[in-house]
């Protein structure tokens, strides 16, 4: 799967697909991923909204029915390149799909191309305990196949990546329509 997938960004990359910015060094497709006719996009979107199906009961709290409208978009990230903060404003749910994670994080650079989701809370630092992690950022080591999903509301970032490889994701964005409790 993640080999299609990887051939499939890369082809869409190299064939002159503007850049749709947000990435500084590096490149994002456009928010149409569900529309690429690619081998293993259809397994992505069952994917992904068999995560929705899981993590929505837990944030309505219980059962409940609703549709899903799904987009995304592709990034790629080479030595130095990053992606900016950002939000996903209008959806309810942001997953991340690492394709291709790279190369390993090495001493000298830790957190490269490693996500990074702020906590709003940032206040809550200034008085939480020393190991209290309320307020300060969630970093999330990437591996290929990984699926990782968190509220819209929350901003995300990539740490530089400085790997000599691709580092390939597929950002994808959930819209909850029609949410009604059972």
């Known amino acids: 799967l993640n080999d299609a ?6 082809t869409r990359e ?8 947000g990435v500084i060094g590096g490149w994002r497709s456009g928010g149409n991923l569900f529309d690429w006719q690619d081998k293993g996009i259809d397994t992505i979107r069952q994917t992904a909204l068999g995560a929705v199906q899981t993590v929505v009961p837990q944030i309505a709290g219980g059962d409940c029915t609703f549709n ?3 987009s995304g978009s592709a990034t790629v990230l080479r ?7 950002h939000l996903k404003p209008g959806h309810h749910l942001t997953m991340i799909y690492t ?6 994080p090495n001493a000298d650079a830790p957190e490269s191309g490693t996500i990074e989701i702020d906590d709003p809370r940032g206040a809550a630092s200034l008085a939480g305990l020393p190991i209290d992690p309320v307020g300060s950022p969630m970093l999330v080591a990437p591996k290929n196949g990984q699926l990782t999903v968190f509220p819209s509301w929350l901003t995300f970032r990539t740490n ?9 994701t597929l950002i994808i964005s959930a819209e909850i329509l029609n949410l009604k409790r059972s």
């Open 14 to 21: 190299a064939s002159g697909e503007p850049n749709a910015g």
């Open 68 to 70: 899903a409208r799904l």
């Open 5 to 10: 997938l990887k051939a499939a960004v890369l």
């Open 160 to 168: 530089p990546y400085y790997g000599d490889g691709e580092r390939v």
């Open 79 to 85: 030595y130095g390149a990053y992606e900016k903060s």
């Open 99 to 104: 394709v291709e994670a790279g190369d390993t």
